[in-house]
């Protein structure tokens, strides 16, 4: 009998061209959104934005969903889906003016808008517990639905919220933080790649270095000095002593987003959230540190950058 060819090992992608792969996926995606932004055309800048937001919360609520499925665990994963989509929609429609009553565009009545909808949500989040067919497992299904609900579409509405925030150009401060956000990523990555040695929690990501996280709060604080320093007119309230603050908060939540997200893809043994997006994996990979960095820079220009409102 003729003797097969062994199959040659499959050798996996330096993290030179995993981090080629990934920049390239992040900066097409995110140039993308920046563009429907600064449009100068008015229904771009409306409607091509909102159908990005939606189109990034749809995907990656099928992914959370996935990721709660793979680990053995139930959602009513349409419900959910379509609900977050109702949110984000529902909440942009209020800042266009579609919704009576939008003039008043204060935080406080965006925010109260907002908590409207989910518990609507909520509500009909139990009613559709009533007709499903297996009653042992409603505590459950209802806890992962709306977890769902609040880890991807709400955090991710806090785009929205910082782009319509009044008085300011909300539009600038979602580039600064996208931007800041982004360098901190790119910052733990290179750092932990060359000089990485001491790793952070290995029983959630062995790549994450105490290296790492360093270099991710340098990178974060030197985009953020920079970018004040050349746009600084166009961020209402901003100085360099909020430059240097929001960068090491923005470094910390980036990191902390990206260990989370990992704990949900441990626990369903996968390593990435999808396939998506070259180099990244899913939709969740790429919004991991952004979830958190959204309302947290949202928080900061409300209560601190801006009077009270």
Request: proline content about 5%; aromatic content about 12%; some cysteine.
């Amino acid at each position: 009998m003729p003797v097969e060819a062994p199959t040659p090992p499959v050798v996996p992608p330096s993290k030179a061209l995993i981090f080629v792969r990934r920049l390239t996926s992040t900066v097409l995606l995110w140039s993308v959104v920046l563009w429907a932004i600064f449009s100068t055309n008015h229904r771009v800048t409306n409607w091509v934005f909102l159908g990005l937001l939606m189109g990034l919360a749809w995907q990656g609520l099928r992914e959370f969903y996935d990721l709660v499925e793979k680990r053995g665990l139930v959602c009513f994963r349409n419900w959910g889906i379509a609900s977050g989509l109702a949110l984000m929609l529902s909440t942009y429609l209020y800042f266009t003016g579609a919704i009576p009553h939008a003039h008043e565009q204060m935080p406080a009545k965006a925010n109260d808008f907002e908590n409207t909808v989910i518990v609507v949500f909520v509500l009909g989040l139990c009613l559709r517990r009533f007709v499903a067919k297996n009653l042992n497992d409603g505590l459950l299904a209802i806890s992962t639905t709306l977890f769902g609900l609040l880890y991807v579409p709400w955090l991710l509405n806090f785009l929205s919220k910082i782009v319509f925030f009044p008085g300011i150009e909300g539009r600038y401060y979602v580039l600064y933080f996208i931007l800041v956000t982004k360098f901190s990523d790119v910052g733990a990555y290179l750092t932990g790649s060359l000089i990485g040695r001491h790793k952070m929690i290995p029983r959630i990501s062995p790549g994450k270095t105490w290296e790492g996280f360093g270099g991710a709060i340098a990178f974060s604080v030197g985009a953020s000095v920079v970018f004040v320093h050349f746009l600084g007119t166009h961020l209402a309230g901003m100085k360099l002593g909020h430059a240097l603050v929001l960068g090491v908060l923005l470094g910390i939540a980036a990191v902390i987003g990206d260990l989370i997200e990992s704990l949900f893809k441990r626990e369903a043994g996968v390593k990435d959230s999808g396939r998506l997006l070259p180099g990244i994996g899913g939709v969740l990979d790429l919004l991991d540190s952004l979830l958190f960095n959204a309302p947290l820079m949202y928080l900061y220009l409300r209560h601190v950058l801006t009077a009270p409102l």
